[in-house]
């Protein structure tokens, strides 16, 4: 079993920063791809951002150019630094991990972002 805790949301203004971190129980960098994903009000999840074992990393079109995830395997722990925030990314932000072989999907319990002046 892994738990996976997200920290650093708040509430920042249009084109104000965060970083969120998602700390897990042990290290599992090596085996599960780790991504963020967000929810808004009567909206479905929808992926954010991953960084799979190798390090690879790919983004919604929505937040190119503005998110970066990245990891610290030390620490056990992955970043997002959102830069330029929006409105419209208001959401709860939610840290998975996943693998595939055998399928394993853990979740944390959620942070709020909210993006407002």
């Known amino acids: 079993q892994v738990q996976l805790v997200e920290s650093g949301g708040g509430l920042v203004q249009p084109g104000g920063s965060l970083r969120l971190s998602c700390a897990a129980s042990?290290?599992?960098?090596?085996?599960?791809?780790m991504g963020w994903y967000r929810q808004a009000p009567g909206k479905q999840r929808e992926l954010v951002a991953r960084i799979t074992t190798g390090g690879s990393t790919n983004y919604a079109d929505s937040v190119k150019g503005r998110f970066t995830i990245s990891r610290d395997n030390a620490k056990n722990t992955v970043y997002l630094q959102m830069n330029s925030l929006k409105p419209e990314d208001t959401a709860v932000y939610y840290c998975?991990?996943?693998?595939?072989?055998?399928?394993?999907?853990?979740w944390g319990q959620g942070t709020q972002v909210t993006v407002s002046s």
């Open positions: 998975k991990a996943d693998r595939v072989a055998p399928i394993v999907i853990y």
């Open positions: 042990r290290s599992i960098f090596s085996f599960y791809t």
